[in-house]
T-cell receptor, first 111, second 114 residues
Framework: GQQVMQIPQYQHVQEGEDFTTYCNSS?????IQWYKQRPGGHPVFLIQ?????EVKKQKRLTFQFGEAKKNSSLHITATQTTDVGTYFC???????????FGGGTRLMVKP | KAGVTQTPRYLIKTRGQQVTLSCSPI?????VSWYQQTPGQGLQFLFE???????NKGNFPGRFSGRQFSNSRSEMNVSTLELGDSALYLC?????????????FGPGTRLTVL
């Protein structure tokens, strides 16, 4: 079945440094979604990418969807302590309504 | 609009018991999905219900079951609990239009099996 891998699992950064998490699917995706889960909280939807090569920005966050629609990345510029949490990608397959979540990248920011 | 609600928020059970968790989706959402979250395994998809029918199922044993009511509220049941079932159980609701749906998660039920 469809598998979605996410790297790295953990990332410690100094406040102000950049951060990137990568998401790779074993199959071509119809769309990719990104979620953020704060410590003790639940996943919250950030964004969805649908088109091959799509790039979307939300303030300091930049999301990319690969040309082959099998990979994606989330880049945060100049991290802040409010960015702390686990970032999940979730891939939508081409059959069924199921989203497959990556394992998440836990971001820790040192002030 | 009220968000997704889950009850109870915390639960402690012993091995062999069964448990029922409840999820009320956002008003107007017809799809409810259930996920198990553990530190080692991340977010694992259990099943999705749409219009009272199970539409998708993850790779979990038959001890895990669910149902959806006509008002879209959903319940999840785990029978013969095992220690490994200790986890945060999240439900997520969506409009149910298809695979591009955004998932809106509830706060989860923290299940501890002793």
């Amino acid at each position: 079945g469809q598998q979605v891998m996410q790297i790295p699992q953990y990332q410690h950064v100094q406040e102000g440094e950049d951060f990137t998490t990568y998401c790779n699917s074993s199959t071509t995706l119809s769309n990719i979604q990104w979620y953020k889960q704060r410590p003790g909280g639940h996943p919250v939807f950030l964004i969805q990418l649908v088109k091959s090569g799509e790039v979307k920005k939300q303030k300091r966050l930049t999301f990319q969807f690969g040309e082959a629609k099998k990979n994606s990345s989330l880049h945060i510029t100049a991290t802040q302590t409010t960015d702390v949490g686990t970032y999940f990608c979730a891939g939508g397959g081409n059959a069924g309504n199921m989203l497959t979540f990556g394992g998440g990248t836990r971001l820790m920011v040192k002030p | 609009k009220a968000g997704v609600t889950q009850t109870p928020r915390y639960l402690i059970k012993t091995r062999g018991q069964q448990v029922t968790l409840s999820c009320s989706p956002i008003s107007g959402h017809r799809s409810v999905s259930w996920y198990q979250q553990t530190p080692g395994q991340g977010l694992q998809f259990l099943f999705e219900y749409f219009s009272e029918t199970q539409r998708n199922k993850g790779n979990f044993p038959g001890r895990f079951s669910g149902r959806q009511f006509s008002n879209s509220r959903s319940e999840m049941n785990v029978s013969t609990l095992e220690l490994g079932d200790s986890a945060l159980y999240l439900c997520a609701s969506s409009l149910g239009r298809g695979r591009a749906d955004t998932q809106y998660f509830g706060p989860g039920t923290r299940l501890t099996v002793l």
